[in-house]
């Protein structure tokens, strides 16, 4: 425990003099930054990679991103020592990371981060590294001028989508982006089928594919319809109600072939982003069916449609009845991730 605090404290002094700019490192070239990315269907990892390093004991650097095309995920800095949890302040990331004890630094190339990203849109999505601060294994500092940039280009997510069912429907650019995206997929004759009704297991799969999952383990389900499951759409299913975003039915099952309904989706979606309260004054909401929506289901639809998560049919019905469709849903789920 004294190991630990003593280590955190060093850290925090070494911060300290990274803010306070001491004389800068001696090297025979100057040192730079430089991003490079892979992408894995929705997913982009973006390495931060320092060159011509000399004697780097640690290291400090703002990473600045595209909120717009891309979601933080996770970061990750330096192979052995100390860390902070990264900083995330809007499309801001503050990375910091220091080695422990009186031991040389690091000289060369060294990976000095991982940062995972979500890709919202398709397009390319900029990102920068500035406000760099390198410090030796004397406390010394450099790197203040040091600075990179990097485009994302459309990369995996950009394929072309040659969906034969969907030319001029309502959701098209929705569901061509999803499918960009890789959390969704048309089927194996080459059409999506956006009409097709949705059931609870594959709203599941849909939500938590497009959110990512948090890579836990989760407990074996105890609904009595357990077994009924998907075997392709358990593991969602278990995460789905491990997150507290989908539950069973007072009769102890969770009917994962059941077509799920509007107000259940709204529901779904707004738990999904772990909102501490729901509006409770659902009379603002302005649907010609409102009444008609149940009284569990009311804070929910209010919030999902005063976030802009899901709007009314035709005729202003929020249908809370209705089974929600393939693009319905893939529309709420973008809408979504876009919250995040």
Excluded: C
């Amino acid at each position: 425990m004294l190991k630990k605090f003593a280590a955190i404290l060093g850290f925090v002094m070494i911060l300290g003099w990274l803010a306070s700019g001491t004389s800068a490192l001696a090297a025979d070239a100057d040192p730079f930054i430089s991003l490079k990315s892979t992408s894995s269907g929705s997913e982009v990892k973006i390495v931060v990679t320092g060159e011509h390093l000399k004697d780097l004991y640690a290291y400090d650097f703002m990473l600045t991103y595209d909120a717009q095309k891309l979601a933080y995920q996770s970061a990750s800095a330096g192979a052995s020592g100390f860390s902070i949890d990264p900083i995330v302040n809007n499309s801001d990331i503050r990375i910091a990371h220091t080695k422990v004890g009186k031991i040389a630094g690091d000289n060369g190339t060294l990976e000095l981060a991982v940062v995972k990203f979500k890709r919202l849109q398709t397009g390319a999505a900029e990102l920068s590294i500035h406000d760099v601060k390198l410090v030796d294994s004397k406390l010394n500092t450099a790197g203040t001028n040091v600075k990179a940039a990097f485009t994302v280009g459309k990369g995996s997510t950009s394929t072309e989508v040659t969906l034969e069912d969907i030319k001029g429907h309502w959701a098209q650019d929705a569901i061509i982006q999803a499918v960009q995206q890789g959390w969704i997929t048309g089927y194996s004759n080459g059409i999506f089928l956006p009409n097709k009704e949705v059931t609870r297991a594959e709203f599941a799969a849909m939500l938590i594919r497009a959110m990512g999952t948090d890579g836990g383990t989760h407990q074996p389900l105890q609904f009595t319809d357990a077994k009924q499951i998907p075997t392709w759409a358990l593991a969602y299913v278990e995460e789905a109600v491990s997150r507290s975003i989908m539950n069973g039915y007072e009769n102890g099952a969770f009917g994962p072939n059941k077509l799920i309904t509007r107000a259940e989706m709204a529901a779904m979606a707004i738990r999904s982003l772990h909102v501490a309260e729901v509006a409770k004054d659902s009379s603002k909401l302005s649907f010609a069916d409102s009444s008609l929506i149940p009284a569990w289901a009311k804070p929910y639809a209010a919030e999902a449609a005063q976030k802009g998560i899901m709007n009314g049919r035709s005729g202003n019905l929020f249908a809370p009845s209705a089974h929600a469709t393939r693009a319905e849903a893939v529309v709420v789920i973008l809408a979504l991730l876009q919250q995040k």
